[in-house]
């Protein structure tokens, strides 16, 4: 690489997070690669995160901004433009890094320098920081759009990105306060190569007022971002992959609602996804338990 060691913009924005967000900046403060810097943007909080953030800002890598509730999605943007790094992290400020997440993510462009976004797993864990599971489902490296088809297996808080992909593409949809992550992989991954780090690199917190946290409200903003972009793409993939994608996304959407017993949409999703691609055991497999719960 020309500079051994690259600038790295973090970007955190916040809402109301005060009890939570001493840990999160401290994790990027323990960071063992250390030329980075740290922005954070408070998204109009209404608690004392001014205060939390204050005995920080003698640190000059630390910049704070604050801007009237305007949603996530325009916080992480301002971060994004007011950012000076090669590279681009995010940290929610309700998460946590391991110590070796910058440097592990740095060495991995130095290993793979065609990549342009790398990312890993990620710990989950409750209010109290206590683990609860590990975030290990099935990812992949290199041209990705047909895979991010079935389901958004690229955590934002485990990401290290080229800024060069921003300056492309444009940043993080404001509109969106539901998937507003999942469009901008989608987006990404019709250009750039994404390579991924199998090793935990965060810790994800899951409470209950999460927006992400309710998974109807999040497969229904997702189907529509869906199909959505493949309007707007539709060369991104082939048509079997386009049909394999949804059939895989309409089967899980219908698991998730046989579990909860809202059984007449799983039926529509179910024949959704065995119109889209019929020859894979998911849809049989999920009218088998459907038949089986109700």
């Known amino acids: 690489m020309e500079n051994e060691e690259p600038l790295v913009s973090v970007i955190t924005p916040t809402f109301n997070r005060s009890e939570f967000l001493r840990e999160a900046i401290d994790s990027v403060l323990a960071q063992t690669y250390e030329n980075f810097e740290l922005i954070i943007v408070d998204d109009g909080s209404t608690d004392d995160t001014k205060k939390v953030i204050e005995p920080y800002l003698t640190d000059q890598r630390i910049k704070y901004f604050y801007q009237f509730n305007q949603g996530q999605s325009v916080a992480r943007n301002k971060g994004i433009s007011e950012s000076n790094g090669a590279f681009i992290c995010f940290l929610d400020s309700d998460n946590v890094w391991f110590p070796k997440k910058l440097s592990i993510s740095i060495s991995e462009f130095d290993r793979f320098p065609e990549a342009d976004i790398v990312y890993g797993d990620g710990v989950l864990i409750d209010a109290k920081s206590e683990e609860i599971g590990k975030n290990t489902m099935k990812r992949y490296s290199g041209r990705i759009t047909h895979h991010l088809l079935k389901d958004n297996f690229v955590s934002m808080n485990t990401t ?135």
């Open 160 to 294: 290290m990105t080229r800024k060069k992909c921003f300056k492309e593409l444009g940043g993080f949809n404001e509109t969106d306060r539901v998937a507003e992550d999942y469009e901008l992989w989608l987006r990404f991954s019709t250009k750039f190569e994404f390579r991924y780090i199998p090793e935990f690199l965060s810790y994800y917190r899951v409470m209950d007022d999460q927006i992400s946290s309710d998974k109807k409200q999040r497969f229904s903003g997702n189907e529509k971002l869906l199909l959505k972009f493949l309007e707007q793409y539709p060369d991104a993939v082939t048509r079997k992959q386009r049909q394999r994608g949804l059939s895989h996304f309409y089967i899980r959407k219908a698991r998730y609602e046989i579990s909860v017993k809202s059984f007449r949409d799983s039926i529509c999703d179910i024949i959704k996804g065995i119109n889209y691609y019929p020859w894979w055991p998911g849809p049989w497999r999920a009218l088998g338990k459907l038949l089986i719960k109700r």
